[in-house]
């Protein structure tokens, strides 16, 4: 699919939940609903969006549509490293389970294996941004990873650290080092998914490059098989699972201008509201949502720009 295509499928208004399907809807997360289909989920996402794990009161028309073909765009490639929870021939496939009636979701929708989730995000950082610039002021490193002494804003880290955290079903999740994170996973799930996360994000990087992109920090999920054999699962390398600067203007010691929700951040932290940070949300205003939803398209093509 290229952005032409991707463009002309994306809706007027957002779509905020999914109803009418023949399958049980077991979850609703802040963004994707998951239905049963037996052997596989369905996984559809919406027009949510959430900040400081607060769902906004109104959504980004086709942000779930983004989010879903760059998803997809990225597993072909993380294919090369590790398995992932995507069945053989992924198009067909969504479009048979969907049926004529509601194809119309088909380009926000993922059919995946049933994988038990690993308890833990992921996260490698390659520069200095976000949270790690905050703790690094206070601290000269990032959780158990210490850092040179005179570090800038945005700077790159000597390589990439990996910082994981806890999956918290409400509230915020908690930044945690890599030895909590063995004693969550045990150690031999935790240097395969280390090994893999730094992987991921290495060719993600390099991609990102390609299109003109700096891949700043990312998080990946994963899941297991009743074999216990390792999956990458949910999303990957979106706009809302990292952190992407344009290498055009580039400059340390200072905050970037990005193409994930950063924007919706920095206005949401503007408002009285972002003292507190508590749901619900206040609506975002219509230039807000233009042009957040012109930062995903933007992500997109430039992607789509890269060969295979």
Same mark, same amino acid.
């Given at each position: 699919?290229?952005?032409?295509?991707?463009?002309?499928?994306?809706? $007027?208004?957002?779509?905020?939940?999914?109803?009418?399907?023949?399958?049980?809807?077991?979850?609703?997360?802040?963004?994707?609903?998951?239905?049963?289909?037996? @052997?596989?989920?369905?996984?559809?996402?919406?027009?949510?969006?959430?900040?400081?794990?607060?769902?906004?009161?109104n959504g980004v028309p086709?942000?779930?549509?983004?989010?879903?073909?760059?998803?997809?765009?990225?597993?072909?490639?993380?294919?090369?490293?590790?398995?992932?929870?995507?069945?053989?021939?992924?198009?067909?496939?969504?479009?048979?389970?969907?049926?004529? /009636?509601?194809?119309?979701?088909?380009?926000?929708?993922?059919?995946? +294996?049933?994988? +038990?989730? #690993?308890?833990?995000?992921?996260?490698?950082?390659?520069?200095?941004?976000?949270?790690?610039?905050?703790?690094?002021?206070?601290?000269?490193?990032?959780?158990?990873?210490?850092?040179?002494?005179? #570090?800038?804003?945005?700077?790159?880290?000597?390589?990439?650290?990996?910082?994981?955290?806890?999956?918290?079903v409400e509230g915020h999740?908690?930044?945690?080092?890599?030895?909590?994170?063995?004693?969550?996973?045990?150690?031999?799930?935790?240097?395969?998914?280390?090994?893999?996360?730094?992987?991921?994000?290495?060719?993600?990087?390099?991609?990102?490059?390609?299109?003109?992109?700096?891949?700043? $920090?990312?998080?990946?999920?994963?899941?297991? $098989?009743?074999?216990?054999? #390792?999956?990458?699962?949910?999303?990957?390398?979106?706009?809302?699972?990292? +952190?992407?600067?344009?290498?055009?203007?580039?400059?340390?010691?200072?905050?970037?201008?990005?193409?994930?929700? /950063?924007?919706?951040? @920095?206005?949401?932290?503007? /408002?009285?509201?972002?003292?507190?940070?508590?749901?619900?949300?206040?609506?975002?205003?219509?230039?807000?949502?233009?042009?957040? +939803?012109? #930062?995903?398209?933007d992500a997109l093509a430039?992607?789509?720009?890269?060969?295979?």
């Open positions: 699919m290229d952005i032409a295509q991707v463009r002309a499928q994306l809706p $007027d208004t957002a779509l905020m939940a999914v109803d009418g399907l023949p399958f049980p809807k077991i979850a609703t997360g802040k963004v994707r609903e998951i239905f049963d289909l037996g @052997d596989h989920l369905l996984i559809i996402a919406t027009d949510r969006l959430s900040a400081f794990d607060v769902v906004m009161p086709g942000k779930g549509v983004l989010l879903t073909q760059i998803s997809l765009w990225w597993f072909t490639r993380a294919a090369s490293i590790m398995p992932t929870h995507l069945p053989p021939d992924h198009a067909a496939a969504v479009l048979a389970a969907l049926g004529p /009636q509601h194809a119309h979701l088909a380009p926000r929708s993922m059919l995946v +294996r049933k994988l +038990r989730p #690993l308890p833990v995000e992921a996260i490698v950082r390659g520069y200095l941004a976000g949270s790690g610039w905050k703790e690094y002021k206070k601290t000269g490193a990032i959780l158990d990873h210490v850092l040179p002494a005179g #570090l800038l804003e945005s700077s790159p880290l000597p390589s990439p650290v990996f910082t994981p955290s806890t999956k918290a999740d908690e930044n945690i080092t890599g030895a909590r994170c063995a004693e969550i996973l045990g150690a031999a799930i935790f240097e395969k998914v280390k090994t893999a996360s730094l992987a991921l994000y290495a060719l993600g990087a390099h991609v990102a490059a390609q299109a003109g992109l700096i891949l700043a $920090d990312t998080k990946f999920e994963f899941g297991t $098989d009743a074999s216990g054999d #390792l999956f990458l699962i949910d999303e990957v390398l979106t706009p809302d699972s990292s +952190r992407y600067w344009p290498q055009k203007g580039y400059v340390p010691g200072k905050s970037q201008p990005s193409f994930d929700k /950063q924007f919706v951040r @920095d206005w949401l932290e503007a /408002q009285p509201w972002g003292k507190t940070k508590k749901a619900p949300g206040p609506a975002l205003p219509s230039e807000v949502v233009a042009h957040t +939803r012109e #930062l995903y398209l430039q992607l789509l720009a890269v060969p295979l």
